[in-house]
């Protein structure tokens, strides 16, 4: 029987978050969990360039260097506009990723642009990605088919990785914490336990961070509750190991 996997990754990492991702790295490293997923955000808030924070490039840098991997994570995390695509897309991007839905608000001309900045500006540092995460998992869809033009391997939905070179989806059950409200967290808590319990038998599932408010949450320490369950009958991975020949 094949070893199952778990990807754990941690989102919107740029430089107004240094401390708390710092944090979820330390307590990645407590529970013993390597390689993860670092998915960086070039240009946060369309204010806060990786590149002027020269201690966050050297974490990203080491950590690729340790077996990690880093993902593309939209270019600024921030709308640009109306919401664009069908009707029930614009409402999920509207009620579940609000004002960071990036890649829901942009023409096609622009998301090429944004997409091709970020891949050189994480270029520059070391840090190439291969693979594209949209901010809230929200995009327009003509997303999958510009990445595929413009070389990237793959993209990650919420519950599903599109391998784009061989145009396949791999489904991943998730669990995960959004660094939002009470509520929002609660209601993350049901649909990721839920998830879990209807694909115990997958190969892969996932388990994503974000850094807003992680240190202090009692969602956040719920998430690394079920980190160490998992890890019992599972072991790390990334997206990119999980796609190699």
Excluded at 15 to 30: F, I, K, Q, T
Excluded at 148 to 161: D, E, H, I, Q, W
Excluded at 187 to 212: E, N
Aim: with cysteine.
């Amino acid at each position: 029987m094949s070893v199952r996997q778990v990807v754990v990754s941690i989102h919107d990492v740029s430089p107004p978050w240094l401390a708390e991702v710092h944090w979820l790295l330390a307590s990645l490293d407590d529970l013993g969990i390597r390689p993860r997923v670092l998915k960086v955000t070039p240009l946060d808030a369309g204010r806060y360039p990786l590149e002027a924070c020269p201690e966050l490039v050297a974490l990203l840098r080491a950590e690729v260097a340790a077996g990690s991997e880093v993902v593309l994570h939209g270019y600024t995390n921030r709308v640009a506009g109306p919401l664009r695509g069908p009707l029930p897309d614009r409402l999920r991007a509207r009620l579940f990723a609000g004002k960071v839905a990036e890649f829901q608000s942009l023409d096609v001309a622009t998301m090429t642009e944004r997409l091709s900045r970020g891949r050189d500006d994480l270029g520059r540092l070391g840090l190439a990605p291969s693979g594209f995460c949209a901010p809230g998992w929200c995009a327009d869809p003509a997303l999958p088919a510009l990445l595929r033009t413009l070389g990237f391997r793959y993209t990650v939905g919420m519950a599903s990785l599109w391998d784009l070179t061989a145009d396949r989806r791999v489904s991943t059950p998730w669990y995960g914490y959004m660094g939002a409200g009470a509520a929002h967290e609660a209601l993350l808590a049901v649909g990721g336990r839920l998830g879990l319990a209807a694909g115990r038998d997958f190969p892969v599932v996932k388990v994503f961070l974000h850094p807003q408010g992680a240190p202090g949450s009692p969602a956040c320490r719920r998430v690394f509750r079920t980190l160490r369950r998992l890890l019992r009958e599972r072991r790390a991975t990334t997206y990119a190991q999980l796609l190699a020949p």
